[in-house]
């Protein structure tokens, strides 16, 4: 039974899981928007939310935070000094998830998860 216990397992173990969340987290940092599973997108949303409302307090404490997660400095860079400004008056949810309907291979439904006020590049 379940009772009582949060999260979920994504079907792996304990490590194997924080590592995942930990490199899409990354990733969603890096280039704005993401393309997972919906569960996966569920589960990295409130990895993503605690790491920057840990960010907007621009302290040594909050960096090292943050950096027992996100291993990449230059990412933990841009998080302090592009990212969290644009969030600074926000009280909360600064992801988005849109789904996109299921995978070709196994049928699992997939989604995108962004930061609020993702902007797509511009293609020529």
Sequence with gaps: MMH???GRKLGRVSSHREAMLANQATSLFR???IKTTVTKCKELRGVVERLITSAKDDSVHAR???GRVIRDKSIIKKLFTKIVPDFQ????GYTQILKI???MNDGAVMAYIQL???QPPEED
Aim: proline fraction near 11%.
């Design 101 to 103: 309907g299921p995978r």
């Design 64 to 66: 090292r935070k943050v």
């Design 4 to 6: 009582r216990k949060k």
């Design 31 to 33: 280039h704005g928007r």
């Design 116 to 118: 609020v006020g993702y």
């Design 89 to 92: 008056e926000r009280p909360g």
